[in-house]
């Protein structure tokens, strides 16, 4: 009994500690558990923020290059921009110089059809007139036969042969006596018109020093030169007086203008602009200004310098200035203060040689083309305006009177004059003073002498004067005075239409008679 008692209770015991352990392992492993699903929550949180910094970073990149991308997309849409207004400003200039020619072409047809109305009476009246002078001529030609017992044919000869020595007598008498009243009313007016025109600006001659070329470092700097709406661009012009071409050149702007002193103005300040990259219009005025001032004090040591080198004393200082403004002229290619040096070093070399006052001499030649330097909107003659002057300021009358007569605008008074004339000549007229290759200058010559031997009665022809004057030479015996004058007219007339050459050339015919005799 005590043993099934024992027994009871060991089994009593074995299962309380079965329970007994089995509820401790049933509470470690719930706790291992629920340490497990903290740790997970743990980590699915720390993932989360991971994933949403992550995120955000990736949307910050996307934000970063899709701005970057928005920007360079921008700044090629306004590049494009500013060359499509560019293209349109040139179509509109376009269009208004084809409706200017169009109305042009309008007004010019409209002339002509009034032109071919007027033609076609005026060929009427002349038809009538031929009819009438052809029933006249039949009249006179019988009367004629009548009196003169000649024959038709006879009549006819005789009449023809008397008719063409009249003809042509009255008509070289003529063309003499409208010539000379040419001569004499239109002088003022021909000084006027061709010696400012060809003289002064010498337009014909000059296209290859009108502009000037200022590199850019990229053609992106076309926009800001330009300006919005063209700003920029309009106020350089306005403040420089120069036209500023922005075209397709690579890297390139072109400043255009025949002032040379205004070009060389817009060509540094534009350069300064562009270096100091602050291009505005109240900026543009201030750097022009700046530069024009720094070009005036140029300007006048340019003229002490040349001074100094010639050895030339007690000069005004207003004419300093204009001397060293010669610098920034330039006519047929010829820079003036150059040619103006080189004429006063050749007038002083003539005058020591003849025995004249040397330093009067070189002044005159230094101050023959000052005149060249007054502003061109006053009207006339340089050598007058440079005589006008230097007059004003008390120069030595001798300069005064070679600076006025050196073209002959006035008479000359002195035997300097004539030395500044002569040595103005000489510089100008030498091979390669005025940018003629010398190849050019020879061919020149030679067109002279073949297009004067192509007339009947020419003997012999000489081109002087670097091709400023032809001498023909005609056969006497087969040449009269009037035959001469008018083959001048022709050698002249047929030069104008067959060659191009700078000023003019004079064309003269010598008619030479000779009679010897021997006394023996």
Excluded: C
């Amino acid at each position: 009994m005590d043993y099934l008692i024992l027994a009871a209770a060991v089994l009593v015991s074995s299962i309380i500690a079965f329970l007994l352990g089995w509820f401790i392992h049933s509470k470690l492993d719930q706790n291992k558990i629920t340490s497990a699903k903290e740790q997970a929550s743990v980590i699915l949180a720390d993932a989360e923020k991971e994933a949403k910094n992550i995120k955000r970073e990736k949307l910050l990149e996307v934000k970063d290059e899709w701005l970057k991308k928005k920007q360079e997309a921008d700044t090629e849409i306004n590049t494009k921009r500013q060359k499509m207004q560019t293209y349109e400003k040139k179509v509109e200039q376009r269009e208004q110089s084809l409706e200017k020619k169009y109305e042009l072409i309008i007004e010019k047809e409209k002339l002509n059809k009034e032109l071919e109305k007027q033609i076609i009476k005026r060929q009427e009246i002349l038809d009538r007139k031929l009819e009438e002078a052809e029933k006249l001529i039949l009249e006179q030609n019988i009367r004629l036969e009548k009196v003169a017992g000649l024959t038709k044919d006879e009549a006819k000869k005789m009449l023809m042969e008397n008719v063409i020595d009249i003809a042509k007598s009255d008509a070289s008498q003529y063309v003499s006596e409208i010539r000379d009243k040419a001569k004499s009313e239109a002088k003022q007016e021909a000084q006027k018109i061709v010696v400012q025109a060809i003289q002064r600006t010498a337009v014909d001659h000059s296209v290859e020093t009108t502009v000037s070329v200022v590199q850019i470092q990229s053609d992106e700097m076309k926009g800001r030169i330009i300006g919005r709406e063209g700003r920029n661009i309009r106020a350089f012009e306005a403040a420089t007086g120069v036209d500023v071409i922005v075209d397709d050149t690579p890297e390139a702007v072109i400043l255009s203008a025949f002032d040379q002193f205004r070009r060389e103005i817009a060509r540094i300040s534009l350069e300064r602009l562009i270096a100091d990259g602050r291009i505005h219009p109240s900026r543009i005025e201030e750097v022009v200004k700046k530069v024009a001032a720094e070009l005036d004090e140029e300007i006048q040591k340019e003229g002490e310098n040349v001074l100094i080198q010639l050895g030339i004393h007690g000069v005004n200082r207003e004419i300093v200035k204009h001397i060293g403004r010669m610098k920034y002229r330039s006519s047929y290619g010829q820079n003036l203060l150059q040619h103006s040096i080189e004429v006063s070093y050749i007038t002083g070399f003539m005058a020591s040689e003849l025995g004249l006052d040397q330093q009067v001499a070189k002044r005159a030649g230094l101050m023959h083309d000052i005149g060249k330097t007054v502003d061109k909107s006053i009207e006339g003659p340089h050598a007058l305006l440079g005589a006008d002057l230097l007059k004003r300021y008390k120069e030595h009358p001798i300069v005064i009177n070679a600076a006025g007569s050196h073209h002959e605008d006035i008479e000359m008074t002195h035997p300097i004059s004539a030395l500044v004339q002569a040595a103005d000549a000489i510089s100008g007229a030498r091979p390669g003073a005025r940018r003629e290759p010398l190849e050019g200058y020879v061919k020149r010559l030679e067109n002279l002498e073949s297009i004067a031997n192509t007339f009947e009665g020419v003997a012999k022809t000489y081109a002087i004067q670097a091709g400023r004057e032809v001498r023909v030479v005609v056969e006497p015996d087969k040449a009269d005075d009037n035959f001469s004058e008018k083959l001048a007219e022709d050698i002249a007339h047929k030069i104008q239409e067959e060659m191009e050459y700078p000023g003019q050339i004079k064309v003269t015919v010598i008619r030479e008679v000779r009679k010897i005799a021997y006394a023996k």
